[in-house]
T-cell receptor
Framework: KAGVTQTPRYLIKTRGQQVTLSCSPISGHRSVSWYQQTPGQGLQFLFEYFSETQRNKGNFPGRFSGRQFSNSRSEMNVSTLELGDSALYLC???????????????FGPGTRLLVL | GESVGLHLPTLSVQEGDNSIINCAYSNSASDYFIWYKQESGKGPQFIIDIRSNMDKRQGQRVTVLLNKTVKHLSLQIAATQPGDSAVYFCAETGGATNKLIFGTGTLLAVQP
């Protein structure tokens, strides 16, 4: 089975712009979570999508948003980019079996975003 | 390569030795714990997990120990190899959420 894929792998933007990142989960996985990784803050949870609905949300401003499509693929969007948004954005997928919440999450390689 | 932390705790071991990486988790309500390995330029890779109804779980060359009394998790790697060099993160989750809370990470440096 192919793993979690993320596109693009690298991205350079300027302040004020917006960006959309894409994630394709492992085939058959229905839950997709997004995390931000920075040297200063480590790995922080952004949000989780399951069956096209946001199931959980972390403590990030409304500039960070996401969505999930019927094929479980997910996108996250960051509007009005700030310098501090420079980070590695990681997507993780899990099976999303009925009745189970805590499942193993498998991560993609990430998208490295640099905001200038 | 990617930097996952400027001031990560570092564990330096000799090839062939056993490694023990420790983690103090934050939430006493957490009931599912995972260890991830992250190599430079890559996303976290699942190593092993444990649920709160267990205190030990073994995998191939790895063992995870859970002490709920003191909220402590450890990862033991037997016969450490140069390919084990990476940053290791513990993660916890619990309740009605799939949200993972990650520790700060430990850099494991294996000396040949």
């Amino acid at each position: 089975k192919a793993g979690v894929t993320q596109t693009p792998r690298y991205l350079i933007k300027t302040r004020g712009q917006q960006v959309t990142l894409s994630c394709s989960p492992i085939s058959g996985h229905r839950s997709v979570s997004w995390y931000q990784q920075t040297p200063g803050q480590g790995l922080q949870f952004l949000f989780e999508y399951f069956s096209e609905t946001q199931r959980n949300k972390g403590n990030f401003p409304g500039r960070f948003s996401g969505r999930q499509f019927s094929n479980s693929r997910s996108e996250m969007n960051v509007s009005t980019l700030e310098l501090g948004d420079s980070a590695l954005y990681l997507c993780a997928s899990s099976q999303g079996l009925a009745g189970r919440i805590q499942e193993t999450q498998y991560f993609g390689p990430g998208t490295r975003l640099l905001v200038l | 390569g990617e930097s996952v932390g400027l001031h990560l705790p570092t564990l330096s071991v000799q090839e062939g030795d056993n490694s023990i990486i420790n983690c103090a988790y934050s939430n006493s309500a957490s009931d599912y714990f995972i260890w991830y390995k992250q190599e430079s330029g890559k996303g976290p890779q699942f190593i092993i997990d444990i649920r709160s109804n267990m205190d030990k779980r073994q995998g191939q060359r790895v063992t995870v120990l859970l002490n709920k009394t003191v909220k402590h998790l450890s990862l033991q790697i037997a016969a450490t190899q140069p390919g084990d060099s990476a940053v290791y993160f513990c993660a916890e989750t619990g309740g009605a959420t799939n949200k993972l809370i990650f520790g700060t990470g430990t850099l494991l440096a294996v000396q040949p």
